[in-house]
Every structure is written in structure tokens, then in C-alpha cells.
């Protein structure tokens, strides 16, 4: 396999660093401790954070206006920091009632006044994840109007058009749902941003768990809140270690050092099944694994060279072995159980017709390419078995490593040829990928990056992106069900994504560790009920 070197971002010495971990003593009954991969997280303003690793600490720190109950995940949204609310006739407003009686890690209490702060916030900082909020119709203009304080303990939202309640709701339960402490934030502003600076590592929210510390690439530490609405978590500490190799996260789940390894590879995970005090979590979660052509490539663009690449994945090949029982084939954007989503896989591994096709777009003698992998060894293998593959058709592809920031970066700045990643629900409505994978408002450079797929691959496509607003707006759920299978229909033909795979998450833990719930297809992991 050939690396390139410009932008290898010291891979070599990460590697080294995280597979010479000193032993622990085996963990004490209070504390959980756990191996995942964490270098993805940039940032840990719920306004702002957007990766996976970020939703989990989110989740645990972070109280929302909805939630979902770990212990009942079928049940859907629950009321949280909000105890109800009500719907106006025409259905575009919904006022919540606060939940009286909770109060932030600071020891201010919960109120509507930071519910309303949080959300205009996040509207008016307009990160990354802000399209969640923005696309019923907030700006930083009319926040202020549609966003609206009643009371101490009463406020409103006011949405552009009549959308279905349960869809507004599911967006609330979002990472950029969090509520934030009002009077904690606004006294690390800094030049009006808000306490964006301050809260890149920092805290503030009502959570089960408060931050101890977040070394970057390195470890997360959370202590228990003694005041969690809903009782003091047992654990009283959570301790997430950044350990990205697989056979490092059994070795110390073996021993004993850590209580849950989040990232062993198929082989590691045959090889431990029968370890004593070992059990194996199996869960279809949401998260797809794909990849993307930027459309700015003049080659990538090329509709038939999009679609021979399709055909130059070897993705039977690959779920049966490197990937083997924890992905399964799926080639659409929404993932199985959500409304709408289909199992058609018109793609399989056929050289012929990808030379074929390649011909007839004229680079029959193929054309060279960069990858940029995040470092995680599935999609490092991923992205040899694609060198693999695009080389039987004359086409030679570098493979560049990065950390998770390092990737995304280069990705969401729309400098990169081919990406290699994954993408997570963020709410459990088909709009939290169809609006992401195929809708693209504004295909300019001048707007700021954001969390559409779509865009960031450049991809410029009107008509689907009507489409998919239709889709969100129709009240009917058979016929939205169909207009998303549609649409998915369309994606898969013309796309520049190819979807590969839907992802099993294979949890290990040691068995005294009961109640953990890993958060399903629809939400993040959950660290209060747990027990050991």
C-alpha cells in the first residue's frame, strides 16, 4: 500500500503512543473506564460539536429540552429539561413548559431563559451543526422573534411552514439541542462569541456527569453529578481513553484495565468471546460507511466515471471478511429501520463493466487519485481493499492518513478528491440524512462549511433538493415513506457517494458491567444507568 508523506500528520508516533499504554490497576467499583477512539473531537460546544465522540460526552454533560430514555429507547422522545409542551392550532408553534427544580452544574437553576439563550445561540453562532435548527426557518435575523421567552419557565419556538410535531421534536434531541447555562457562558464571552471560546473545552450544562478534563487525542474524564434530576449515576467517575488499536483494547479488557473496549476488530472480538468475565454487545446502529467525490474534480464529476467507481468496490468482499459481523452491505442513505429507507443494492464488484464505463468517459487508461482516511484500522482496510480494486481498472489511488480533526478538516474546507468516512443520524427522522446527503441550497465557496454532505462533495443538485424539502413538509407517512425511497433511488444512480456499508457495533465489556446502552440507531451512548 503506498502513503503519501505531505500530510501524514506524524501517524507513525500516534500509532507508537497509543499502543505503549502502562498497565492499570484493575478498575476500582465507582469508576468505568473505556477504550474508544476520541481524536475525533474538536470542539465540545453542543452548538458546535458535531462528531461522534462528541455526541457521547455531549449526551452525558448536556441536558435537552427532549431526550430518549437508555433504559426504553423504543419508547422514543421523553420530556427532559422540558416537562411538556403544547401545539398551536396551524402547528407551527410549540411551547414548552421547563421542568421544575433542576439546576446546572454551576447551581443556577434551569430556566427558560437558557433554553431560549441555547437556541437562539446556536442559531446565531451558525456552525457546523446549525442546520438542524435553521432549516425550519431560524436565522440570526428573526431568533429573536421565533424564539421567544414567556416566563421564567414558558417559552416558544415559531417554525416558517407546518411541519409534523415528531419531526421538530427528534431535531431537539440532537447534540445542538443542549441546553446551556446562561450566566456560566455569558461570563467566559469573549469579543461576542457567545462563549464559543470558552465552552471549545469547557462545560456547562445539567447533565449526569460534569467534565473533569479532555486531553485532546488523548483521554476524557467525567465526574459524577450529585444533583442529576434523576438521581446521582452510579458510576462516579467515566474515564474515556483514546486507544485507537484494536488489539491494544483487548489486551487491557483481558486484564482487567479498562471495563469496556468500543473498538476491537472482527478478529479480536472471535478471540475474546471466550474469555472469562467477557461479554459481546452486538447493535445495529445508524451509522453508515461510505465514500465521496468532490464534483469539483473535473475526472470525479464525470457521471460515468461516478459510476464505475460504484462498481470497483468490492463490498461482498470486504463485509465477509475484514468487516465481518459488524457491518452489513447497505447502499442508501438511510439506514434500515428508519421511515423510508429501502435494502436495494444495484451496485456489486464488477471490473469489466467499470472499465466499460471508464472507456466510454474517456480514461480508459484510468487516471490517478487521493484518498484521505481517517486513522481507525476499518477504514484504513477499506481504503486498501479501494487502492486494490481501482488499480484492476488502471486507476492509482495514494492512500493519505490523518486523525479524525485532521480528515475533517480537509473534507468540510472542499479540499480533498476522495473521502473515506462514516456518517450518524443525528436525529431519529429520515430528514437527518436525506437533508444532509441530498440537499444542497447554496452550492457557493463563500458560505460558511456546513454539515450537508451534499456541499461538501460540491455537488450541485436543485431538483433533488426540492425534492427532499417536499418530503419533510408532507404530513402523510405512507406517501412521505415513498417519496424518500424515491429520492434514494435517484441519489443512488447519480450521486457522487458511494454507500457501502450499515454498521454493527460489537460493544465489549467486562459481564460485572450491566445496563449500558450504546444508544441504538437513533442516539448516543448513555453512561448514567450503568452499573457494576
Same mark, same amino acid.
Given at each position: 500500500?503506498?502513503?503519501?508523506?505531505?500530510?501524514?500528520?506524524?501517524?507513525?508516533?500516534?500509532?507508537?503512543?497509543?499502543?505503549?499504554?502502562?498497565?492499570?490497576?484493575?478498575?476500582?467499583?465507582?469508576? /468505568?473506564?473505556?477504550?474508544?477512539?476520541?481524536?475525533?473531537?474538536?470542539?465540545?460546544?453542543?452548538?458546535?460539536?458535531?462528531?461522534?465522540?462528541?455526541?457521547?460526552?455531549?449526551?452525558?454533560?448536556?441536558?435537552?429540552?427532549?431526550?430518549?430514555?437508555?433504559?426504553?429507547?423504543?419508547?422514543?422522545?421523553?420530556?427532559?429539561?422540558?416537562? @411538556?409542551?403544547?401545539?398551536?392550532?396551524? #402547528?407551527?408553534?410549540?411551547?414548552?413548559?421547563?421542568?421544575?427544580?433542576?439546576?446546572?452544574? @454551576?447551581?443556577?437553576?434551569?430556566?427558560?431563559?437558557?433554553?431560549?439563550?441555547?437556541?437562539?445561540?446556536?442559531? &446565531?453562532?451558525?456552525?457546523?451543526?446549525?442546520?438542524?435548527?435553521?432549516?425550519?426557518?431560524?436565522?440570526?435575523?428573526?431568533?429573536?422573534?421565533?424564539?421567544?421567552? +414567556?416566563?421564567?419557565?414558558?417559552? @416558544?419556538?415559531?417554525?416558517?411552514?407546518?411541519?409534523?410535531?415528531?419531526?421538530?421534536?427528534?431535531?431537539?434531541?440532537?447534540?445542538?439541542?443542549?441546553?446551556?447555562?446562561?450566566?456560566?457562558?455569558?461570563?467566559?464571552?469573549?469579543?461576542?462569541?457567545?462563549?464559543?471560546?470558552?465552552?471549545?473545552?469547557?462545560?456547562?450544562?445539567?447533565?449526569?456527569?460534569?467534565?473533569?478534563?479532555?486531553?485532546?487525542?488523548?483521554?476524557?474524564?467525567?465526574?459524577?453529578?450529585?444533583?442529576?434530576?434523576? #438521581?446521582?449515576?452510579?458510576?462516579?467517575?467515566?474515564?474515556?481513553?483514546?486507544?485507537?488499536?484494536?488489539?491494544?483494547?483487548?489486551?487491557?479488557?483481558?486484564?482487567?484495565?479498562?471495563?469496556?473496549?468500543?473498538?476491537?476488530?472482527?478478529?479480536?472480538?472471535?478471540?475474546?468471546?471466550?474469555?472469562?468475565?467477557?461479554? +459481546?454487545?452486538?447493535?445495529?446502529?445508524?451509522?453508515?460507511?461510505?465514500?465521496?467525490?468532490?464534483?469539483?474534480?473535473?475526472?470525479?464529476?464525470?457521471?460515468?466515471? *461516478?459510476?464505475?467507481?460504484?462498481?470497483?468496490?468490492?463490498?461482498?468482499?470486504?463485509?465477509?471478511?475484514?468487516?465481518?459481523?459488524?457491518?452489513?452491505?447497505?447502499?442508501?442513505?438511510?439506514?434500515?429501520? =428508519?421511515?423510508? @429507507?429501502?435494502?436495494?443494492?444495484? =451496485?456489486?464488484?464488477?471490473?469489466?463493466?467499470?472499465?466499460?464505463?471508464?472507456?466510454?468517459?474517456?480514461?480508459?487508461? #484510468?487516471?490517478?487519485?487521493?484518498?484521505?482516511?481517517?486513522?481507525?484500522?476499518?477504514?484504513?482496510?477499506?481504503?486498501?481493499?479501494?487502492?486494490?480494486?481501482?488499480?484492476?481498472?488502471?486507476?492509482?489511488?495514494?492512500?493519505?492518513?490523518?486523525? #479524525?480533526?485532521?480528515? /475533517?478538516?480537509?473534507?468540510?474546507?472542499?479540499?480533498?478528491?476522495?473521502?473515506?468516512?462514516?456518517?450518524?443520524?443525528?436525529?431519529?427522522?429520515?430528514?437527518?440524512?436525506?437533508?444532509?446527503?441530498?440537499?444542497?441550497?447554496?452550492?457557493?465557496?463563500?458560505?460558511?462549511?456546513?454539515? /450537508?454532505?451534499?456541499?461538501?462533495?460540491?455537488?450541485?443538485?436543485?431538483?433533488?433538493?426540492?425534492?427532499? *424539502?417536499?418530503?419533510?413538509?408532507?404530513?402523510?407517512?405512507?406517501?412521505?415513506?415513498?417519496?424518500?425511497?424515491?429520492?434514494?433511488?435517484?441519489?443512488? &444512480?447519480?450521486?457522487?457517494?458511494?454507500?457501502?456499508?450499515?454498521?454493527?457495533?460489537?460493544?465489549?465489556?467486562?459481564?460485572?458491567?450491566? $445496563?449500558? $446502552?450504546?444508544?441504538?440507531?437513533?442516539?448516543?451512548?448513555?453512561?448514567?444507568?450503568?452499573?457494576?
Amino acid at each position: 500500500m503506498k502513503f503519501t508523506r505531505k500530510l501524514l500528520w506524524g501517524v507513525v508516533a500516534g500509532v507508537i503512543a497509543m499502543t505503549t499504554v502502562p498497565a492499570l490497576a484493575k478498575t476500582p467499583a465507582n469508576i /468505568l473506564v473505556i477504550a474508544n477512539r476520541i481524536d475525533d473531537v474538536t470542539t465540545l460546544d453542543p452548538a458546535e460539536s458535531f462528531e461522534f465522540a462528541g455526541s457521547d460526552l455531549s449526551r452525558n454533560v448536556y441536558g435537552k429540552l427532549i431526550n430518549f430514555d437508555p433504559q426504553n429507547l423504543a419508547a422514543g422522545y421523553q420530556p427532559d429539561l422540558a416537562a @411538556s409542551w403544547t401545539v398551536s392550532g396551524d #402547528g407551527k408553534t410549540i411551547t414548552f413548559k421547563m421542568r421544575p427544580g433542576v439546576k446546572f452544574h @454551576s447551581g443556577n437553576p434551569v430556566t427558560a431563559n437558557d433554553a431560549v439563550f441555547s437556541l437562539q445561540r446556536a442559531v &446565531k453562532l451558525n456552525k457546523t451543526p446549525s442546520f438542524i435548527l435553521t432549516q425550519f426557518g431560524f436565522t440570526a435575523d428573526n431568533a429573536d422573534q421565533t424564539i421567544k421567552l +414567556i416566563d421564567d419557565m414558558t417559552f @416558544s419556538i415559531t417554525t416558517d411552514a407546518k411541519y409534523a410535531t415528531s419531526f421538530v421534536l427528534n431535531c431537539l434531541t440532537s447534540t445542538i439541542g443542549g441546553i446551556v447555562d446562561q450566566k456560566t457562558v455569558m461570563t467566559n464571552e469573549v469579543d461576542g462569541d457567545m462563549g464559543n471560546s470558552w465552552l471549545k473545552t469547557n462545560t456547562a450544562g445539567s447533565g449526569a456527569y460534569t467534565l473533569l478534563s479532555w486531553k485532546p487525542n488523548e483521554s476524557l474524564t467525567l465526574q459524577a453529578n450529585p444533583d442529576f434530576y434523576l #438521581g446521582k449515576p452510579h458510576m462516579d467517575k467515566v474515564i474515556v481513553r483514546h486507544i485507537s488499536e484494536s488489539s491494544t483494547q483487548r489486551l487491557l479488557l483481558e486484564k482487567g484495565d479498562i471495563d469496556i473496549a468500543r473498538n476491537l476488530n472482527p478478529q479480536d472480538i472471535a478471540g475474546i468471546q471466550k474469555s472469562e468475565g467477557v461479554t +459481546i454487545d452486538s447493535d445495529l446502529r445508524g451509522r453508515i460507511m461510505y465514500i465521496s467525490f468532490n464534483q469539483k474534480d473535473k475526472v470525479l464529476s464525470n457521471p460515468k466515471v *461516478k459510476e464505475a467507481l460504484k462498481y470497483l468496490i468490492d463490498y461482498k468482499g470486504m463485509q465477509d471478511s475484514f468487516l465481518k459481523g459488524q457491518y452489513t452491505i447497505h447502499q442508501a442513505f438511510l439506514p434500515k429501520t =428508519y421511515l423510508g @429507507s429501502i435494502d436495494d443494492q444495484p =451496485y456489486s464488484y464488477n471490473v469489466s463493466k467499470a472499465k466499460n464505463l471508464l472507456t466510454e468517459a474517456g480514461y480508459g487508461d #484510468g487516471f490517478e487519485v487521493e484518498l484521505i482516511v481517517r486513522e481507525a484500522q476499518e477504514r484504513i482496510e477499506i481504503a486498501q481493499s479501494l487502492q486494490n480494486t481501482f488499480g484492476k481498472a488502471g486507476i492509482k489511488a495514494s492512500i493519505t492518513l490523518g486523525t #479524525g480533526k485532521q480528515t /475533517l478538516s480537509k473534507y468540510r474546507a472542499r479540499e480533498f478528491q476522495i473521502y473515506v468516512g462514516a456518517w450518524g443520524p443525528d436525529y431519529p427522522d429520515p430528514n437527518t440524512n436525506a437533508a444532509t446527503f441530498a440537499a444542497n441550497p447554496d452550492n457557493s465557496d463563500e458560505i460558511k462549511a456546513t454539515g /450537508l454532505l451534499a456541499w461538501r462533495n460540491a455537488w450541485d443538485i436543485p431538483e433533488m433538493t426540492k425534492a427532499t *424539502k417536499a418530503a419533510v413538509q408532507e404530513g402523510d407517512r405512507d406517501k412521505r415513506a415513498e417519496m424518500y425511497a424515491a429520492i434514494q433511488r435517484d441519489h443512488q &444512480k447519480t450521486s457522487p457517494f458511494a454507500i457501502m456499508f450499515q454498521k454493527i457495533e460489537q460493544t465489549a465489556r467486562r459481564s460485572n458491567v450491566k $445496563n449500558l $446502552n450504546v444508544g441504538a440507531a437513533i442516539t448516543a451512548v448513555s453512561y448514567w444507568p450503568v452499573t457494576k
